[in-house]
């Protein structure tokens, strides 16, 4: 119960921008009602970092290593974005329970994959990624995985600058790697 307190405050903190702007990565997993999805979607990631393509490139990059991974069946993202284009869903990063109801109805989906990306900039020559995942259950609305994540490319240096990664798109797939690597 502690535990979560911490995980909450460090939360609220990070998402009003009052936490630290080095590595900062907050998950939350709840692995027994994982375990019983068969199949989910990705929509597509909010953009507020002010870089236009950064929304896509997250998105791709997630839902590429989330296939990839193989924990789930994933709906195709073509099927999604037609999803929310004939629903008239602009704002990607929040999802009603009646969105959540016609998901669950017209895909049969277990649990949806929202995401927000806040940062896609370099700081000088080091790529700096900052963005929030959540997979929301279609049935009861509950929050299920979340993850908040703040890495730059030097974040994964080892020894004698060994793993440094000075892409953007490096470091987006490491890190969605990473928090993957939580289920």
Sequence with gaps: MFVRAIKLVCLVLFLSGLACTYAFSL???????IKHLKK???FPFKNISGKPEAGTVVTQIFFTELVKKNIFEVEGLGDIREFL???RIKDTGMISRSTLTM???QFKLDAVFIGVV????????????NFTIR?????????????ALEKTGEDYVKILNIDR???????VQRMVINFLDTY
């Design 118 to 129: 806040r940062k896609y900039e370099f700081k000088g020559e080091i790529p700096v990624v």
């Design 85 to 87: 284009i004939k629903q």
């Design 40 to 42: 989910v979607a990705v």
């Design 103 to 105: 998901l669950r109805n």
């Design 27 to 33: 998950v939350y997993v709840d692995k027994e009602e």
């Design 165 to 171: 990664i000075r892409s953007l798109n490096k470091l």
């Design 135 to 147: 997979l929301i259950d279609t049935k009861e609305g509950k929050i299920l995985w979340q993850v």
